[in-house]
């Protein structure tokens, strides 16, 4: 007797475990796509990277030859987005670019695109230097070639100007 109660609990426990593999036959689903979205905005970034003529000789050096120098613009934009990039007529302007002394003394100079020194960087119109659109987010530097025209009357000192530095996007 002992076995056939055995038997009989073995034979319900697997009727009950093939009675919860039935119910699962029946179980629904249902599904919907999320949508997903984003915006991607044009923006640009600018810094600088000094222009320092170094020092400026009026009596030998510089009596006839001018002084140049290098500086640097610095641009990131979105890629693909095109920009313009200005240049400001600096802190000391009058009918030129000049820096000062902090006194009332002036030594005149010029910026420019183009190592020739023949397109001067202005802040408008064809002073605008349009580089062409950003091939990636990647930082771009764009030389400015500055140049101290020779043959100017000053005092010794310290000169200096500030320009601003301008991305248009």
């Known amino acids: 007797m002992k076995l056939s109660k055995t038997v009989a609990v073995v034979g319900m426990s697997a009727a009950v475990a093939f009675a919860g593999?039935?119910?699962?036959?029946?179980?629904?689903?249902?599904?919907?796509?999320?949508?997903?979205?984003?915006?991607?905005?044009?923006?640009?970034?600018?810094?600088?990277?000094?222009?320092?003529?170094?020092?400026?000789?009026?009596?030998?050096?510089?009596?006839?030859?001018?002084?140049?120098?290098?500086?640097?613009?610095?641009?990131?934009?979105?890629?693909?987005?095109t920009a313009t990039i200005g240049l400001g007529n600096g802190a000391n302007y009058s009918s030129g670019r000049r820096m000062g002394d902090g006194a009332t003394n002036f030594l005149t100079y010029e910026l420019y695109?183009?190592?020739?020194?023949?397109?001067?960087?202005?802040?408008?119109?064809?002073?605008?230097?349009?580089?062409?659109?950003a091939p990636s987010k990647a930082a771009?530097?764009?030389?400015?070639?500055g140049r101290v025209t020779s043959n100017q009357d000053v005092p010794a000192g310290s000169y200096n100007d500030t320009v601003v530095a301008t991305v248009n996007f």
Do not use: E, H
Request: neutral net charge.
């Open 140 to 145: 771009r530097t764009f030389t400015v070639y």
């Open 113 to 133: 695109q183009d190592a020739s020194r023949a397109t001067v960087w202005g802040n408008s119109g064809a002073g605008l230097l349009s580089p062409v659109a």
């Open 21 to 81: 593999f039935g119910s699962t036959t029946n179980a629904a689903t249902a599904t919907a796509n999320l949508a997903v979205s984003a915006t991607v905005t044009n923006n640009c970034t600018i810094s600088t990277v000094a222009l320092a003529f170094g020092s400026y000789d009026p009596v030998v050096a510089n009596a006839s030859t001018n002084l140049d120098g290098t500086g640097s613009v610095v641009v990131s934009c979105t890629k693909g987005s």
